[in-house]
């Protein structure tokens, strides 16, 4: 039986899990994309707690013009800045399941400008 895409896409997501945890010293960026919005936020899983978030819907984001690909990019970029402020610049990438194309190489391509190494 054919897996339908969301099943799919949560099976990769589990077994990028497997491999990729966040720690105190370098959490995990984590993405979660939908048909109209962008999310990330960065996650200690040793605590179970964000340390810092970002979306397309945050004000300063959501008025900004321009393709879902380059509104990403801006998500990217935020995140990036909070991490900086709180002394994160090195993190580990969680694409979610998702491929690495498009909005997601966007939004990760907009964190490394920013300063975040990964």
């Known amino acids: 039986m054919a897996l339908s895409k ?17 720690t105190e010293a370098r959490p995990r960026l984590s993405v979660f994309r939908s048909n109209k919005e962008i999310y990330a936020q960065i996650v200690d899983d040793v605590t179970g707690k964000t340390i810092s978030a970002a979306s397309s819907r945050d004000k300063d984001i959501s008025s900004a013009k321009g393709s879902k690909t380059e ?10 800045e909070k991490a900086m402020k709180l002394g994160i ?8 399941g ?3 194309h498009g909005r997601v190489k966007s939004l990760a391509e ?9």
């Open 98 to 100: 998702y491929l690495y």
């Open 6 to 22: 969301y099943e799919r896409r949560i099976r990769i997501k589990n077994r990028i899990r497997k491999i990729v945890t966040g």
């Open 110 to 118: 907009g964190a490394r400008e920013a300063g975040l190494k990964f």
């Open 71 to 80: 509104v990403a990019a801006l998500v990217g970029k935020s995140v990036a």
């Open 89 to 96: 610049n090195t993190i580990s990438f969680d694409r979610g």
